[in-house]
């Protein structure tokens, strides 16, 4: 079992920016991908951005160009740089993370921007 706990999240202005902070339970050598999905009040949970364990990335188009996903091995740690939010970007972010028994999910941390 693969826990997960976010941090990061807050209220900015548009045009801030935030870092997420998503924290594992267990070593990335185990994981074969992490990522990070949304969920706006009356809306799907979508993907954000994904890394894999050889450092590929995918984004949504939405973001590309305005977040960066990456990670921190020696602290098994992923981070979502969050740059030009738009009060679109508002949501319940959540940390996820697949290894050969399946995906797991934090609690997500709020996301809110607006002036």
């Known amino acids: 079992q693969v826990q997960l706990v976010e941090s990061g999240g807050g209220l900015v202005q548009p045009g801030g920016s935030l870092r997420l902070s998503c924290a594992t339970s267990?070593?990335?050598?185990?994981?074969?991908?992490m990522g990070w999905y949304r969920q706006a009040p009356g809306k799907q949970r979508e993907l954000v951005a994904r890394?894999?364990?050889?450092?590929?990335?995918n984004y949504a188009d939405s973001v590309k160009g305005r977040f960066t996903i990456s990670r921190a091995n020696a602290k098994n740690t992923v981070y979502l740089q969050m740059n030009s939010l738009k009060p679109d970007d508002t949501a319940d972010y959540y940390c996820?993370?697949?290894?050969?028994?399946?995906?797991?999910w934090g609690q997500g941390t709020q996301v809110t921007v607006s002036s």
């Open positions: 996820s993370a697949t290894d050969v028994s399946g995906t797991y």
């Open positions: 890394i894999t364990t050889i450092g590929s990335t």
């Open positions: 267990t070593t990335f050598r185990s994981i074969i991908t």
